[in-house]
């Protein structure tokens, strides 16, 4: 079974995004920033793919990035940004960073499954 690391401030999108993909067959980590992400990481937690908010306090979404690209063992994870407006800037920055998609809040099941499937995560 393959883990996607869940990296959002909001309980309650986490817990929405949980509810997506554990009927496609995934596991589920829930990190609420991007230190809890990257403390989940070097746990040596499992992650085959991450969807990562872009606001996040403490550390934003296009730093968490930028520190997981970093690491060795998640230089190709898929990474997948989640972003609630439209800024064409912040996704050049995380596509240029090392993210593989993107996708705009509020999202369904439908764009989550086919984001990861073009990511290679089906
Ligand atoms: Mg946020």
Redesign the pocket.
């Known amino acids: 079974m393959k883990t996607i690391l869940v990296v ?3 309980a309650l ?1 986490r817990k929405a995004i949980r509810r997506i993909l554990e009927p496609m067959g995934f596991q589920v980590a829930e990190a609420g920033n991007g230190i809890e992400a990257l403390d989940h990481i070097e746990s040596g937690g499992p992650v085959d793919a991450i969807l990562l ?4 306090p403490q550390m934003d979404g296009l730093s968490t990035l930028r520190e997981v690209r970093s690491r060795a063992e998640m230089a190709q994870v898929p990474v997948v940004m989640c972003t609630t407006h439209n800024s064409m800037a912040t996704i050049t920055a995380a596509i240029q960073a090392g993210a593989n998609e993107y996708i705009m809040k509020p999202f369904d099941s439908g764009i989550v499954g086919t984001k990861l499937q073009s990511v290679g995560v089906g």
């Open positions: 959002d401030d909001s999108i908010d872009v606001e996040m």
